[in-house]
């Protein structure tokens, strides 16, 4: 289908079935919305994902009998921040500075001034907005004078150390549309392992330690650091839950008044440190891994419990996804070994350009629109939230907003007839590309652009093709590229790619500039060099 058409058909399904930009009423009456990200939880942790699974699902599963499976979802990159990014503004992360790797726990804003965010769009429409877990999308702490902090996760031993945490952090959550936010700034093996109540910490971080360590992994990395007394790994996954079900007592009578709330939570769980409670801790009978997935989906029972309590069951969008695939550091070889696969079926993991690095778990419950038990097979991006968000509340966004967002309320709804989104881009953590349409999948790079083997910097990917291109169809799998037998869809999908970032958006609209203009070929040309010839370059940067 040529890419215009598929476009016309795409605005088709839009004007047709997403029916709430034209009667806001007739869509609904304000939901409340909930929005869970889980931290590297696989598309084959679930059990009602992967029947053949080794691990107990029940909330996660009595959440999809009572509303939707999406099964091509995606996340907006293989890892962490820059699908954070996605979610909370509805656009691509490689947009901006951050086209590679992660923001650390100390790392200034990733969020523009002045750019529109869900929360900002939610708040204007009547929401109260809270965020509880982690942020991992940058804020500006306060340094001490003379002294910096890293842009990205990296952080030196003297640079987490350089920030002033008795005085107040600027730019967070609160900054971009939230009213309330308690959490982490990000992983709990970056520092500060504290939390942060608005924009302050709780406690002065004055103890020196690494939680990696403190949950027994035989391997710690050294990222010791400023933490509060008294603050502990396997403590956060239980405040946040407490912290969201409290949220929505508070919320409860307001609710019902016509007055809703949205609520993101962003669970530190099941990332490293694997760190469940003594409780869970051997409950799965397959790993400690498992027993953390188990005691997530706990949490997430308890705000269904909550919302039943309170009697908000009915008209709250409650989502659950995962921001990246299951990552190598649950141990999968361990999994495996007991019969469980956490990124079934899909080749690689967390971090990967292939799908088990981005194909996430996504599932949505609103009795009030959504028919129970319903499933969807669109292709569908987690930056899709901001415009199904004004889709619902009949909101339009500005041309300068959500560029690549959306709206699956059709889907939602069952009124989809066509494919939502004409393409979706995904990214990897080295900066690798790769653009799918329909079932055909195109990756500007020789190997995974991530983690697993064929590895970047590690294997040697340079006789390689530069280019893979998989049809998912018949190889879901991604193990027989097909890049020499069909140039001319290679021809074509490049050239929607390189349209979108020239665009500045990936949906229908005014043009727009990126922050940071990518290079779509950089990452996998880099890898595409004979090894030796890298380690000699980076031998050479390390003299200089």
């Not at 990014?85 to 790392?107: A, D, E, K, M």
């Not at 041309?399 to 699956?408: C, F, K, L, T």
């Not at 190997?447 to 390689?464: E, I, M, R, Y």
Request: glycine share 10%.
């Amino acid at each position: 289908m040529p890419n215009t058409l598929i476009r016309l058909c795409a605005a088709v399904v839009f004007c047709a079935g997403g029916f709430a930009a034209i009667n806001p009423a007739r869509a609904a009456d304000k939901p409340n919305i909930i929005y869970v990200l889980c931290d590297d939880l696989g598309y084959g942790d679930v059990k009602c994902l992967n029947p053949g699974g080794k691990i107990k699902t029940p909330s996660l599963d009595r959440l999809a009998i009572g509303g939707m499976i999406f099964t091509d979802a995606h996340s907006g990159s293989a890892v962490c921040s820059p699908t954070r990014y996605g979610i909370i503004t509805g656009r691509y992360s490689w947009r901006t500075r951050l086209q590679n790797g992660v923001l650390g726990g100390l790392s200034p804003r990733l969020i523009e001034p002045g750019r529109l965010t869900v929360a900002d769009l939610l708040k204007k429409n009547g929401y109260r907005t809270a965020v509880i877990g982690k942020w991992h999308l940058g804020m500006d702490w306060m340094k001490l004078p003379d002294k910096d902090v890293a842009e990205s996760s990296v952080e030196t031993r003297e640079q987490v150390r350089n920030v002033d945490f008795t005085k107040p952090i600027k730019n967070g959550p609160t900054a971009v549309g939230f009213d309330y936010y308690f959490g982490i700034s990000a992983s709990l093996d970056m520092v500060p392992y504290a939390f942060i109540h608005n924009d302050r910490v709780t406690k002065q971080p004055t103890e020196d330690r690494d939680f990696v360590m403190m949950t027994g992994r035989d391997t710690p990395r050294s990222r010791l650091g400023p933490a509060a007394p008294g603050f502990t790994a396997e403590e956060v996954l239980p405040t946040f839950t407490r912290k969201a079900v409290e949220y929505i007592g508070q919320r409860a009578s307001d609710a019902k008044r016509g007055k809703p709330f949205f609520l993101y939570l962003p669970l530190n769980s099941p990332h490293t440190p694997i760190a469940p409670t003594a409780e869970w801790l051997g409950k799965s009978g397959v790993s400690p891994y498992a027993d953390f997935v188990m005691q997530t989906d706990w949490s997430i029972g308890q705000l269904m419990k909550a919302l039943d309590r309170h009697g908000l069951v009915e008209n709250t969008l409650f989502i659950v996804a995962s921001d990246n695939g299951s990552s190598p550091q649950a141990r999968p070889e361990e999994l495996e070994a007991k019969g469980h696969f956490s990124n079934h079926p899909f080749r690689g993991g967390k971090a990967d350009i292939y799908d088990g690095g981005h194909h996430v778990p996504f599932i949505a419950r609103w009795p009030a629109k959504v028919k129970a038990g319903g499933k969807s097979d669109q292709v569908t991006c987690l930056a899709d939230f901001m415009a199904t968000a004004a889709d619902i509340i009949g909101a339009k966004l500005p041309a300068n907003a959500a560029e690549d967002s959306v709206s699956i309320l059709p889907a939602l709804l069952g009124q989809d007839k066509a494919p939502l989104r004409e393409a979706i881009v995904h990214h990897s953590i080295n900066g690798s590309f790769s653009i799918r349409q329909g079932n055909w999948k195109l990756e500007l790079c020789p190997g995974s652009g991530g983690w697993s083997a064929p590895k970047p910097n590690v294997n040697d990917t340079s006789k390689l093709p530069l280019i893979q291109l998989y049809n998912l169809a018949t190889d879901i799998g991604e193990n027989n590229n097909v890049q020499a037998e069909h140039p001319e869809i290679v021809a074509r999908l490049t050239k929607l790619l390189e349209k979108y970032v020239a665009d500045g958006r990936s949906t229908l609209g005014k043009p727009q500039k990126n922050t940071v203009d990518p290079d779509i070929w950089k990452a996998g040309k880099a890898a595409h060099q004979p090894l030796a010839a890298k380690k000699q370059t980076q031998k050479t940067k390390k003299k200089e």
